[in-house]
């Protein structure tokens, strides 16, 4: 490879540290890579951390040790992380997207890959320090930003099933009450699928009741998995109490009245309207 000029040089050490989020790369691999001295490469860094500091891009990181190098995490400042759900609060309010039986469609959001990475690292901004080995979540609506949580962490991505697939192998499976409907349901997780003594963050897209999230905590517990973290993209307001704590949501649900007079009222979550002050 011809010498690399230092534009040139920082680019792709930039699209290769973005590419893998919270990920570690050594300076020896820059080095090997462009044919330069750390020295060189250390410079190179404290420029691209000035500069991703400056237009709020994210964090580069410095990691010392035998294993170190530098990361890059897309943390989200918190007045970006508010001014993001409230815009998504406002397409949700309103008469127009509430369905027979109280429920709110969102899946059109759900499934849009920009919001769906501005959501994942909004959570991920708000979990790093836990030290998650994997994402939990909940077939389905809840796998796009769930996915995108993982991967700004850095980590996998697990997927509990209500049915046993016959290509994942055995199988965990436990029973669960939902908290929407009442209703006694299966929870299936393959045994090759997380390793005993690990750490999880449970992400998934609604909370009502809790009955699904306290499943995936119990399914956790079959594991011998300890669970570090629980959000959820939207959670209502009624009931005040749910089936488990010490969680988070980017959004609060309230929808009051009935039939056709029914009218969703979104609103940020406090934590993020709180730490946007």
Known sequence: MDKLHRNERMSAMLKMLTDSPN????????????????????????????????????????????????????SVSPEERLRCIQGVCETLSGPERVLPGGFLYYNDILSDPELATRMGRILATAYFDVEADFVLT????????????ARELGIPLVI????????????????????SSGSIQTMSLARRS???????????????GGGTARGMVDLMREFNVTVVGMAFVMET????????????????????????DAVATVRPAAWLAGAAK
Do not use: Q, W
């Open 23 to 74: 990920r570690i790369i050594t300076l020896s691999h820059f080095c090997e890579l462009f044919g330069a001295a750390k020295s060189t490469m250390s410079e190179d860094i404290d420029l691209l951390r000035e500069v991703t500091k400056t237009f709020g891009l994210g964090e580069l990181e410095t990691v010392t040790g035998a294993a170190g190098g530098v990361r890059y995490r897309a």
């Open 138 to 149: 909940m077939e389905t609506k809840g796998i796009p930003v769930a996915l995108m949580t």
């Open 160 to 179: 509990a099933r209500h049915a046993l697939r016959a290509y994942e192998g055995s199988a965990v499976n436990i029973n669960y009450v939902s908290g």
């Open 194 to 208: 997380v390793k005993e003594g690990t750490r999880a963050l449970i992400i998934d897209d609604f909370l009502k």
């Open 237 to 260: 307001t009624s009931p005040e109490r749910k089936r488990v704590s010490d969680h988070r949501a980017l959004m609060t649900l309230d929808i009051t009245g009935t039939g056709e």
